[in-house]
């Protein structure tokens, strides 16, 4: 009996010497994050906000494939914060802190270990996923994802009508950054109407609810787009070039993300868990909404091919309920059968995220990136007068951070060089190419950057299948710098 006793005194301590060890790795790999800086995609999104602070209209000024509510979230920063490093940190673990409030009000019905797990988890996901990841688009849909989930289980449960409001605007807000989230609010919709003990007509005054809060947020967004001129020119980038042929752009023939190693233990919890609970019989309409989250976040993941692993957030967010969600009542009905393995599934994945964390925080490539744009710029400086423009040709190896740093624009609506090399027997790919030399035509810019690297393939040897753009560079330019990521061209003497 002792002995019995015993162990059930470990096992009850055991889970609260799991939630320190998330609060370690956040603590630990957080501190570690404070020194990144912006980087990879974010400074992209940062100059799109600076030119249309600045006048410009996006996509018809600015060639971009990305929603609008992104260019409204970086702007907002900008104009807050500014566009220094430790501004962007100060950002992105803000709204890391606010996701994970939202994560543990959803998980909190399961009690405060669930709660408080759920919350530390999705810190310790974030925080040791990379600079890379720091403020990316899946990232910021988090907060919104879980709202509207939120929204629709209190309605479930207590007919809150606000929150399922809220919870509207929420996923309307998330559609304006990707709109991938309505197949979510179409989950959401099919669970309203599925939703136990709740008349059939609340159900279907709930859906119209949902829809109409759900419409508000993207049908201002069009409207603030028609009002400057956006509209049109963002349709025509959706339907002419992200849908046949973006959406297809950079598929791996096999994915394959160090956080692979995350992922089967955070799923071998999630099913305990949730067959724990189906035995016990307390599914609640909570644990079904989640799960629904699950299953968008792997659709998510999935529907996008790209295989990049800050598509996998939303899924995080959602497992991220479930992990601790079963522990205690595991505990104390089941402690061996089910509190056990539910422990030691959790205490693998704690050490892989204090692991991954630790080495992906101080990874040697943000700073080989940064000294890039920092040396780029300093080049840069020395050359460009007031009023020169810089054609840069790059994806996310920090031409556009160096013009961003230096408040230089460039002379084409192009503001990466992708669009060019694939495809490229496409009338679409040959008038995007075609409009690119008439802009170098009338306005030729001073210099032309063209880094080594291009996203998804290729150095600088793919300028050989533009040879339009070869014949341009040859004939009235000279490289005036040769460094090992990048060249700069200048435009010769007109003498």
């Given at each position: 009996m002792g002995a019995e006793r015993g162990r059930r005194q470990t096992l009850q301590i055991l889970p609260w010497v799991i939630i320190l060890g998330l609060a370690g790795v956040v603590v630990y790999v957080g501190v570690l994050s404070l020194p990144w800086p912006l980087i990879h995609d974010a400074p992209i999104m940062h100059y799109i906000a600076w030119r249309i602070d600045e006048g410009a209209v996006p996509y018809r000024d600015l060639f971009d494939m990305n929603f609008p509510?992104?260019?409204?979230?970086?702007?907002?920063?900008?104009?807050l914060l500014g566009t220094s490093d430790a501004a962007w940190r100060l950002f992105d673990l803000a709204w890391m802190g606010l996701t994970s409030l939202a994560v543990a009000e959803l998980a909190f019905p399961w009690?405060?270990?669930?709660?408080?797990?759920?919350?530390?988890?999705f810190a310790a996901y974030h925080v040791g996923g990379g600079?890379?990841?720091?403020?990316?688009?899946?990232?910021?849909?988090?907060?919104?994802?879980?709202?509207?989930?939120?929204?629709?289980?209190?309605?479930?449960?207590?007919?809150?009508?606000?929150?399922?409001?809220?919870?509207?605007?929420?996923?309307?807000?998330?559609?304006?950054?990707?709109?991938?989230?309505?197949?979510?609010?179409?989950?959401?919709?099919?669970?309203?109407?599925?939703?136990?003990?709740?008349?059939?007509?609340?159900?279907w005054t709930a859906v119209v609810l949902l829809a109409v809060s759900a419409a508000a947020v993207p049908l201002g967004m069009i409207g603030w787009l028609a009002a400057i001129g956006a509209l049109e020119p963002w349709r025509m980038i959706v339907v002419d070039y992200l849908v046949p042929f973006y959406a297809r752009v950079g598929?791996?023939?096999?994915?394959?993300?160090?956080?692979?190693?995350?992922?089967?233990?955070?799923?071998?919890?999630?099913?305990?868990?949730?067959?724990?609970?189906?035995?016990?019989?307390?599914?609640t309409?909570?644990?079904?909404?989640?799960?629904?989250?699950?299953?968008?976040?792997?659709?998510?993941?999935?529907?996008?091919?790209k295989g990049w692993e800050y598509h996998l957030y939303p899924l995080a967010a959602f497992a991220g309920v479930l992990l601790l969600s079963e522990v205690a009542p595991a505990l104390r009905t089941r402690p061996l059968l089910v509190g056990a393995p539910l422990l030691a599934g959790l205490g693998v994945l704690v050490a892989l995220l204090a692991d991954t964390g630790a080495h992906t925080a101080t990874a040697d490539w943000i700073w080989d990136k940064e000294r890039t744009v920092r040396l780029l710029t300093a080049d840069l400086q020395q050359r460009v007068?007031?009023?020169?423009?810089?054609?840069?040709?790059?994806?996310?190896?920090?031409?556009?951070?160096?013009?961003?740093?230096?408040?230089?624009?460039?002379?084409?609506?192009?503001i990466y060089d992708f669009h060019f090399f694939h495809d490229t027997e496409r009338p679409a790919i040959r008038a995007l190419r075609a409009e690119f030399m008439s802009a170098l035509d009338l306005r030729p810019p001073r210099y032309i950057v063209v880094m080594r690297r291009s996203w998804p393939t290729g150095g600088y040897e793919r300028l050989e299948s533009f040879p339009e753009l070869t014949a341009r560079l040859a004939g009235r330019y000279t490289v005036d710098v040769d460094r090992p990521y990048y060249r700069i061209y200048a435009q010769r003497d007109p003498s």
């Open positions: 509510g992104v260019y409204l979230v970086h702007l907002a920063v900008l104009r009690g405060g270990l669930a709660a408080t797990g759920a919350a530390l988890f600079a890379w990841q720091a403020g990316q688009r899946d990232f910021l849909l988090c907060p919104f994802l879980v709202l509207a989930a939120l929204g629709v289980a209190r309605w479930g449960e207590r007919r809150n009508w606000v929150m399922l409001g809220i919870g509207g605007l929420a996923i309307g807000a998330a559609a304006t950054i990707k709109p991938h989230v309505m197949i979510f609010g179409l989950m959401l919709v099919l669970l309203l109407l599925l939703a136990p003990e709740q008349p059939r007509g609340a159900r598929r791996p023939a096999a994915w394959t993300v160090y956080r692979w190693s995350l992922w089967p233990a955070i799923a071998v919890v999630v099913v305990v868990s949730i067959a724990n609970a189906a035995a016990w019989r307390r599914l309409f909570r644990h079904v909404v989640v799960l629904g989250g699950v299953a968008y976040g792997l659709l998510h993941y999935v529907g996008q091919g007068r007031p009023g020169d423009t810089v054609q840069v040709l790059d994806t996310t190896d920090g031409g556009v951070h160096a013009l961003l740093r230096l408040g230089v624009v460039e002379p084409t609506r192009f």
